[in-house]
């Protein structure tokens, strides 16, 4: 078995396919339109990817409960400072540069619409 | 940037590795123990994928409140038939063979140790 996708639940798709192009680089590779079941999914990819992030939106959903036990997904960069220096400037919602106790700083998170955190991690 | 990494955090951390890698193939590639800052990162992956599954463990935390807006992480099957009745057979708790509507049934979903949906989708 291979690693396909991960899927989130979004309660404004185009606010969502704006961030995560405009903040991350991802692109739209498919979109299932079940208008009439009520959802639709649509499918991202960043550049050089074979796995996609997968926006389930349920028509007329509000916001979702998030709660505490997902974490995130976490992005490689090949130009983390350059990128969390563009990020922040976009005006996305970014933490600080952070890491582990006893590490130097390699990552932070951006926040999505709907408050996932994305992190972005430099590539060693 | 390049998909890395999905993380979830989870309340047992040998029920979760136990699961991971006999339901669905994952093996262990590499640990972070900062125990004395209270917690573990476990990250595992499956056979010939460059990304990982990140499992975070809290020590001392009890069980996660999972909301409803994290959906699911999914693998692509090559032995779709075959997987699912190994896993089924080996006692872990899946749906029946789903299909979106006005699609022949492609996918199931297995639940680990702390709830989360992984989705199994049959590769085309």
């Known amino acids: 078995m ?3 996708h991960t899927c989130i639940r979004v309660k404004d798709l185009d606010a969502s396919i ?3 192009k405009e903040a991350l680089g991802y ?14 999914l649509v499918y991202l990819a960043l550049d050089g990817d074979d796995t996609e992030l997968e926006l ?3 028509i007329g959903h509000g916001a979702y409960e998030l709660g505490d036990g997902y974490g995130h ?3 490689y960069s090949d130009d983390f400072e ?3 220096a563009r990020i922040k400037e976009a005006g996305f919602e970014v933490t ?3 890491g582990l106790p006893g590490e130097e700083p390699h990552y932070f998170f951006v926040t999505d619409p709907d408050g996932y955190d994305i992190e972005i991690l430099r590539r060693d």
Chains 1, 2 share one sequence.
Do not use: C, I, P
């Open 2 to 4: 291979n690693y396909a």
């Open 18 to 20: 704006k961030f995560y």
């Open 27 to 40: 692109q739209v590779t498919r979109e299932k339109d079940h208008s009439d079941d009520g959802f639709k």
């Open 56 to 58: 389930t939106y349920n």
């Open 73 to 75: 997904m976490a992005l």
């Open 82 to 84: 350059a990128e969390y």
């Open 96 to 98: 600080e540069l952070m």
